[in-house]
């Protein structure tokens, strides 16, 4: 009788009209296939983002490229008792610079990316602060801070984190297939450790390349000399002109409502970066014109406002002026390179005398104006 029903509702002329519709046929197969990759993806879970999911197995907790879809894996790690919740700055830390910065520490994660802004940041604390058990927080304090309130990185994929289920399907792409069937493999979607660092390798010395070139020189003398004059104009007056410091604050908080040490940690920037933004339209924009003072504004502010959360600090490490006026041990304006230093900038943060309080954030606001403002440009690597 099935079959019988079937035939005269298959004989019907719409029926076989819309058989013989050969793109119809062809969009019913191809949803009917990313539909199946899709819930192939969801029920192997390499993100751990469900709780079916098999935590994976990581070759290294750091990889800058691919950790914007790791942040709840990462999260979730039962061991981890140090997180590095980072941007492009202190992306170059391994896991195991971490723990030799910070003695005691037996685990960590390094999980700074590339482009990093404060809307995204925000969604990364968010997952430490709901699953992670860490008990040491390092967050970079950086100049994303004093842009727009919810400029998102463009890849951030802000969807996989909303606690939506019907947004899985967005992740579905011919990387994340090949993430879930690598997981099922070998147990991590990641396995090529070296392919990782290969690639983050040719990045950092790419951008080197173009920084560091005689053109790109010659145009940061201009620079300084074009915008010496006015680098230190005043900008944003109260701590109320930083629209996204309430949401940074209240993400310290819940780190350290846990019962976990938060340090805010300022990277050491090369005095470069403030007149490169200020030459450069789009800096510029993104910044505004008075990118030194807001700065040195933004961090007066964090230092106030957080100085009654216990177990939190903030360091600033571009106090060693010796090496920081020194470009060649920089990558770039605001990416510190030099391996001879990287590893001690780390551990600088633990040194007292790098810690701004509110008793002497106002002194350490003047003493940074003023190093840039009156500037000379240092590369040693020139006179060699």
């Known amino acids: ?33 990313y539909m199946a990759v899709g819930a192939f993806i969801v029920a192997v879970d390499p993100y751990d983002l469900y709780p079916w999911g098999a935590h994976a197995r990581m070759p290294s ?47 960590a994660w390094n999980v700074s990316y590339h ?36 400029r998102k990185r463009s890849t951030f994929p802000d969807y996989m984190y909303d606690g939506n289920p019907t947004h899985a399907f967005r992740m579905i792409s011919a990387h994340t297939l090949k993430a879930a069937i690598k997981t099922i493999v ?30 790109q020189i010659d145009e940061f003398r201009k620079a300084i000399d074009k915008y010496r004059n006015t680098i230190a104009a005043v900008g944003k007056q109260n701590c109320g002109d930083f629209p996204m410091l309430p949401r940074l604050i209240a ?10 040490t ?8 090369s ?26 504004q933004m961090r007066r502010c964090v230092v106030l406002e957080t100085a009654d959360i216990p177990r ?32 001690r900038w780390l551990s600088m943060s633990r040194d007292p005398q790098n810690t701004l309080t509110a008793q002497n954030v106002d002194a350490y606001v003047a003493t940074m104006i003023d190093r840039v403002k009156n500037y000379t440009f240092k590369d040693s690597e020139l006179a060699r």
Do not use: C
């Open 1 to 33: 009788m099935a079959s019988t029903f079937w035939n005269r509702i298959s004989a019907g002329p719409a029926i076989r009209k819309w058989i013989h519709k050969p793109t119809v046929l062809v969009v019913a197969v191809l949803w009917s296939a």
């Open 61 to 107: 907790n750091r990889e800058p490229f691919e950790v914007m879809n790791l942040m709840r894996l990462a999260a979730k790690d039962p061991i981890a008792d140090t997180v590095l919740i980072g941007s492009s700055p202190t992306t170059m830390y391994s896991p195991d610079d971490i723990l030799e910065a910070f003695p005691g520490s037996k685990s």
């Open 115 to 150: 482009a990093g802004t404060a809307y995204d940041r925000h969604i990364t604390i968010n997952e430490f602060a709901k699953y992670s058990r860490a008990k040491h927080f390092i967050v970079t304090l950086d100049f994303f801070y004093a842009t727009v309130l919810d």
């Open 186 to 215: 070998s147990g991590s979607p990641f396995p090529d450790k070296a392919g990782m660092e290969r690639q983050e390798h040719e990045f950092n010395e790419g951008e080197r390349r173009k920084y560091h070139s005689p053109e």
């Open 251 to 260: 993400d310290v908080r819940a780190l350290a409502a846990h019962g976990a």
């Open 262 to 269: 938060v340090d805010l940690f300022i990277p050491a920037y």
């Open 271 to 296: 005095p470069v970066a403030y007149y490169f933004w200020a030459d450069n339209p789009d800096f510029r924009n993104l910044v505004g014109s008075a990118a030194l003072y807001d700065q040195m």
């Open 312 to 343: 939190t600090k903030v360091s600033s490490l571009d106090l060693d002026f010796a090496r920081t006026s020194d470009y060649a041990n920089f990558r770039d304006m605001t990416h510190l390179y030099d391996t001879k230093f990287l590893k």
